[in-house]
Nanobody, 125 residues
Framework: QVQLVESGGGLVQAGGSLRLSCAAS????????MGWFRQAPGKEREFVAA????????YYADSVKGRFTISRDNAKYTVYLQMNSLKPEDTAVYSC??????????????????WGQGTQVTVSS
């Protein structure tokens, strides 16, 4: 089994920044895709960003492109999401997910094998 634990959420004013972290533990894989998803109240969980195992392939949702940056440190089994120029509509619970294998990043939720519990991000106007 794999455990994913997110941290770094909080309350920030519009225009501010936050950096989320997601640490993986337990069973480890040599190659895996890491992704970030978010779910706002009353809405379905949506894709935010994903990165391939080697960091060479990155995929962003249009809504965050140019504002968010995903990165990973394989030595620490950790993925990060740097969020800049935050907007009230970015308010959501942010969860990380892991997809085993050397595949390209994906926005398809069912393809991910493991999920974290999430961390709350609230952006005030």
């Amino acid at each position: 089994q794999v455990q994913l634990v997110e941290s770094g959420g909080g309350l920030v004013q519009a225009g501010g920044s936050l950096r989320l972290s997601c640490a993986a533990s337990g069973r480890t894989f040599r190659t895996y895709v890491m992704g970030w998803f978010r779910q706002a109240p009353g809405k379905e969980r949506e894709f935010v960003a994903a990165v391939s195992w080697n960091g060479f392939n990155i995929y962003y949702a249009d809504s965050v492109k140019g504002r968010f940056t995903i990165s990973r440190d394989n030595a620490k089994y950790t993925v990060y999401l740097q969020m800049n120029s935050l907007k009230p509509e970015d308010t959501a619970v942010y969860s990380c997910a892991l997809k085993n294998g050397p595949s390209v990043p994906s926005d398809t939720k069912p393809l991910y094998d493991y999920w974290g519990q999430g961390t709350q991000v609230t952006v005030s106007s």
